[in-house]
């Protein structure tokens, strides 16, 4: 055992830094998702990595870097450090790996450039109304008629479909087979005739999610991934797929100190916060948490470097990373007291905001960050699965 | 011991519901908090009619002559339609202070325009440096000739765009977290000198930053003794606090009603997800949250009007575990709705805020246990 990072890695961790520092975009360092201007800045740091060929250190070769999982390690916490946007998941950690793992050279070639390029903006289509937490109780429909799939159907919550240009969805393709089996994974632009955008509003007033609706969409059968009816394949693949930085350690780590940074400026009768008793025994819970959850990440990584693949414990990792989230966001509106009252709207957030600049908005981002709990395989679903498939109950 | 409640109160709540059911559903409550004005001067109107802005005031001004069991009806009733007209700021904490120490001419002049709804008060007492500790102040009020000039910034005054008057606390004498030296005004908001910056809330209220720039009132501005004003004050939060236990206690149980119901009709793996052990613990935890808060209202409501350490101890009491139950079943609500709890569409995230919200006000959960713990 040794928790040290070798000189190589120490070198490797110096060039990413000095990278980061000169070319990360300043005027969205620290900004949330949530307060992103347009479309580029979402893809701009996304676009300077791909130039660089940092963009996807996962993918295999001819795309990924040769990157050990330890490196992939510090390359999140530098970018944590630095505060730069957090790439999309949808192209390059989603249906990216999708189309390389199981399409056919055609369809590499066709869509996998413009995910490595930000060009074209991918959606996840897989919950629907009916269909959340358990995912295989999809009704979408897509019927076969020549060399096209008809599809129908609505899809719900789809992060961010308001800009995509295509849309990757789980649709049934075989109404008799069981659940499971009767599942296709189509693509789809989104510019076909007969799909429809509709905006869902959060409680914390953004816009982040939406409804698409599908009304005879036709769609050509190549555009389809894998076999028919082997779209659950894909799925659970995805799945199990990069699972590493999936606990948000080192943007944990990044948002504990700017908490500390706040509360060292915060006043309670006179003195600083962050020297208040109450406040120091929580900040140190939390950080007592995260190191905690930092080490069974790093415990999780070492067993991947050895070629043992990332276990079912990884549910631990999305459990304890979300739930350490959410805490953070309670302690930070805490901190600010009254001035976590006043609502921010997220577009127009450059009118009049009362108290600190980094007052702003910390309730609707305390409200925005339960979705962390939900998505993803809720956390009750997590626990379900450890308790299945790890404590075999 | 008897914890019913007489027929007339009963018939209050009855009312109460009424109006809360045709004048405050869902929809009409969205519209209203997004609209310019940010509330119904017509519907704090008919508020008045029925006589909720004058429940605990004597009936010889105009009020009901109520008791602050009444008042906690109200407020539980007001949570359910999570009502944004201003009734806490002027039936309990104006209304609170002119009881209190008001002199009989301030009372025969303003208690029954407060209950009539012509005059609407708010009360700024937060300051930026303060936090939750109602004697911190940098607001200043200077003797000048018979009356006073007043110079600082309140903070977040919540209702204060709805307001035609303030009461405002400042410091004629001492050093800035003194208990001795703190005073009560009336201050007109169109005052000289008075500027406001109004915005919306998380819950969907408004509220001001509120600028005192060399603001000169009378001597009869002055609410209670000069610089003995303290007691006041937090005789008065205690009493907000009551109400708020009362309100939250209200959001609390559309919450848990809500979720039951959502439970029993959400279906996942071919069953209601009401039927998963797990959710169901956790809808017993709520409900067991949602128990324990209204005990401790009721006991803090019963408790208004003892001696003073007592009273801040019940009052302090009711706002942690108000606190910590808020949270719990709004985070509870939310996370059991799945992806239909962070919607903005429907009630449930609108009273996890205004919950979350409660929490802050007039101290959350660490500065009561604090206040509890040093009491003693
Ligand atoms: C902000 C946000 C973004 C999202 N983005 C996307 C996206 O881009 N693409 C996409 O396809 N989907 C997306 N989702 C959808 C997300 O994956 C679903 O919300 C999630 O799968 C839960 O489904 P549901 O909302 O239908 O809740 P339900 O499945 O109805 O669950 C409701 C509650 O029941 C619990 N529950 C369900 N089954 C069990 C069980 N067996 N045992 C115990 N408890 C159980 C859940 O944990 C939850 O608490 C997003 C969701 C959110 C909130």
Redesign the interface.
């Known amino acids: 055992m040794d928790i040290n990072f070798t000189p190589e890695d120490e070198a490797f961790r110096a060039e990413v830094r000095a990278f980061i520092e000169e070319n990360q975009p300043q005027h969205l360092k620290g900004v949330r998702r949530g307060e992103y201007r347009n479309k580029e800045d979402f893809l701009v740091w996304h676009r300077i990595l791909y130039k660089k060929g940092w963009l996807v250190p996962s993918w295999p070769a001819p795309y990924g870097t040769n990157w050990t999982p330890t490196q992939k390690y510090i390359w999140n916490e530098e970018n944590a450090r630095a505060e730069t946007p957090a790439i999309l998941p949808f192209g390059v950690s989603m249906v990216g790996p999708v189309i390389y793992t199981f399409g056919t050279q055609e369809q590499k070639d066709k869509y996998i450039p413009g995910i490595l390029s930000g060009d074209v903006w991918w959606c996840q289509g897989y919950?629907e109304p009916?269909a959340?937490?358990?995912l295989a109780?999809l009704k979408t429909t897509a019927v076969r008629e020549g060399d096209y799939y008809i599809v129908n159907g609505q899809k719900?919550?789809t992060t961010l479909a308001q800009f995509a240009d295509w849309i990757f969805c789980l649709v049934r393709t075989d109404k008799n087979a069981k659940a499971q089996e009767g599942i296709s994974f189509l693509l789809i632009d989104m510019k076909t005739p007969g799909i429809t955008v509709k905006p869902?509003?959060?409680?914390d007033?953004g816009h982040e999610?939406n409804e698409v609706w599908f009304d005879n969409v036709k769609v050509p059968v190549e555009n389809r991934i894998h076999e028919e009816n082997k779209g659950w394949t894909c799925a659970k693949f995805l799945l199990s797929h990069e699972r590493a930085g999936i606990a948000g350690v080192a943007r944990s780590k990044r948002a504990i100190s700017r908490l500390k940074d706040m509360l060292a400026m915060?006043?309670?009768?006179?003195e600083k916060?962050i020297d208040d008793a109450?406040?120091e025994r929580k900040i140190a819970e939390l950080e007592i948490d995260l190191t905690a959850l930092e080490f069974t990440e790093l415990r999780t990584l070492a067993s991947e470097q050895a070629g043992k693949g990332p276990g079912l414990e990884s549910s631990i990792l999305k459990i304890k990373g979300t739930e350490i989230q959410q805490r953070i966001t309670?302690l930070v509106?805490?901190g600010v007291?009254?001035?976590?009252?006043?609502?921010s709207d997220p577009l127009s957030h450059n009118e009049?905001?009362?108290?600190p600049a980094y007052a702003e908005g910390t309730?609707?981002n305390?409200?925005n960050m339960?979705?962390t709990?939900?998505?993803g395989g809720?956390?009750?679903i997590q626990?379900n699965i450890i308790a299945k498939m790890v404590l075999g109950l | 011991m008897d914890f019913s409640f007489t027929e007339e109160q009963t018939l209050l709540r009855n009312s109460v519901q009424k109006f809360i059911q045709g004048a405050y559903d869902f929809e009409t409550r969205r519209k209203v908090s997004k609209s310019d004005a940010g509330w119904r001067k017509e519907v704090y109107g008919q508020i008045a009619e029925m006589g909720l802005l004058g429940v605990a005031m004597p009936e010889d001004f105009g009020g009901l002559g109520g008791s602050a069991v009444d008042a906690m009806i109200i407020a539980e009733e007001f949570g359910r339609g999570l009502v944004i007209e201003p009734w806490l700021n002027n039936a309990v904490i104006a209304a609170g202070f002119l009881k209190a120490a008001g002199s009989t001419a301030q009372k025969e002049e303003l208690l029954p325009a407060i209950a009539a709804g012509e005059t609407v008060f708010a009360f700024a007492y937060a300051e930026p440096q303060g936090r939750f500790n109602l004697a911190d102040l940098t607001t200043t009020a200077k003797k000048s000739g018979d009356g006073y000039v007043l110079n600082g910034h309140k903070a977040v005054v919540l209702g204060a765009p709805f307001a035609d008057k303030l009461i405002v606390t400042a410091r004629t004498s001492g050093g800035q977290r003194d208990a001795d030296g703190v005073t009560v005004f009336i201050v007109d908001k169109s005052a000289k000198g008075v500027s406001t910056r109004d915005y919306p809330t998380v819950d969907g209220n408004r509220a001001s930053e509120v600028t005192l720039e060399n603001v000169t009132v009378g001597a009869d501005a002055v609410i209670g003794e000069v610089g003995g004003g303290l007691k006041t004050v937090e005789l008065v939060t205690d009493q907000a606090i009551a109400a708020l236990a009362a309100e939250s206690t209200g959001a609390m149980k559309v919450l848990n009603d809500t979720t039951i119901e959502y439970a029993k009709t959400r279906k996942q793996f071919g069953t209601p997800i009401g039927k998963f052990q797990v959710l169901q613990h956790r809808m017993v935890d709520m409900f067991m949250n949602y128990e324990q808060s209204v005990s401790i209202t009721y006991m803090v409501t019963l408790k208004l009007e003892e001696e003073e350490a007592e009273r801040k101890k019940a009052a302090s009491a009711a706002k942690v575990q108000i606190g910590k139950a808020g949270r719990f079943i709004g985070q509870s609500a939310v996370q059991i709705h799945g992806g239909m709890g962070m919607t903005d569409e429907l009630n449930v995230g609108h009273y996890f805020k205004r919950l979350t919200m409660i929490d802050t006000l007039f101290g959350n959960v660490d500065h009561h246990l604090k206040r509890y713990a040093t009491l003693g």
Do not use: H
């Open positions: 919950s009916g959340g937490s358990d109780s719900t919550w869902i509003i959060t409680m007033g999610v915060e006043v309670i009768d006179g916060l109450d406040f309670e509106m805490e007291g009254y001035y976590s009252l006043p609502y009049f905001a009362p108290g309730t609707q305390y409200a339960r979705k709990s939900i998505y809720s956390n009750e626990r």
